[in-house]
Nanobody, 114 residues
Framework: QVQLVESGGGLVQPGGSLRLSCAASRRIFSYNSMGWYRQAPGKEREFVAFITTGTNINYADSVKGRFTISKDNAKNTVYLQMNSLKPEDTGVYYC????????WGQGTQVTVFS
């Protein structure tokens, strides 16, 4: 089973940027989608963005125009570029891959504060 490792989280002020990476442990030959969810303290995990093998992309309304998802097939990695960050973007960001079911990464913390 493929493993996913996220990186790139951190502390940033409102209006700042971060780029998250999600690296798969091995070459991925086929999948339905890869993407990101996030979970704020005391809240349920929520969808952020996904990208399919056909490069179809979808975003949550709350991040449209600010976040960009992309992938590098040669590196087996999916990225989430986050710009114009807001305090409400704070949370643990989880990467996933959907093949036969979903596999999740361990998460990376993003904190946006003044």
């Amino acid at each position: 089973q493929v493993q996913l490792v996220e990186s790139g989280g951190g502390l940033v002020q409102p209006g700042g940027s971060l780029r998250l990476s999600c690296a798969a442990s091995r070459r991925i030959f086929s999948y339905n989608s890869m993407g990101w969810y996030r979970q704020a303290p005391g809240k349920e995990r929520e969808f952020v963005a996904f990208i399919t093998t056909g490069t179809n992309i979808n975003y949550a309304d709350s991040v449209k125009g600010r976040f960009t998802i992309s992938k590098d097939n040669a590196k087996n990695t999916v990225y989430l570029q986050m710009n114009s960050l807001k305090p409400e973007d704070t949370g643990v960001y989880y990467c996933y891959i959907s093949q036969n079911g979903r596999t999740w990464g361990q998460g990376t913390q993003v904190t946006v504060f003044s």
